[in-house]
């Protein structure tokens, strides 16, 4: 698997590629300093991931990832930040990036990188958890009838998008956890995702 690295702090920079490194299955093809310079290094590298800061000098991460994204539709942006602010997690969302974590979570970094490398979408608990406050609700019931997604499904995906267990939601929504477990897996059927963290992006994203 092909990292490409960016950040402005060359001694994150650094240790970030040891990290990596350290991991068999991860090449880290390159690293750059800028939005700019990452822009530069995908068009050569076409890495599978790019691990990028997002307030970066001269161009941040953010302007950079709607660039590449805008190029390269299948590009793989997993973006890590010290910042959780709510206009970046929007914007990156907004931008199709596959993931937003934080860089205190050291120790989730190989798994989300891996986890974008296989197609699936990693926003740290604490984004999940302010999804809610940033986006809001809205239902649409035209959407859901439009892809076959139930009532009793759609407001599990609510429940899900709030951050609720299933068991959380079988007792809110009087349903055992069985069948709260058989309706989730219609759902990721039926909208073609792969786990829990897709259910909520999805909202947020489209409804």
Sequence with gaps: MKVLLIDDDKLVCSSLKIILSADHEIDVVGTGFSGSEAIK????????????????????????????LGEYEDARILYLTT???????????????????????????IPAIKAVYMGQNVYGNEIITKLPSLM?????ANTMDQMGISEREFDIIQKIADGLSNKEISESLFLSEGTVRNNISNILDKLSLRDRTQIAVYYYKNL
């Design 41 to 68: 290094l995908y068009r050569s590298l076409r890495p599978d991931v790019l691990l990028m800061d997002i307030r970066m000098e001269q161009m941040g991460g953010l302007e950079a990832g709607e660039i590449i």
């Design 83 to 109: 910042f959780l602010d709510d206009d970046y997690i929007i914007k990156a969302l907004h931008i199709g990036a596959k993931g937003y974590m934080l860089k205190q979570n050291y120790e989730s970094i």
């Design 136 to 140: 809001g609700k809205s239902e649409n």
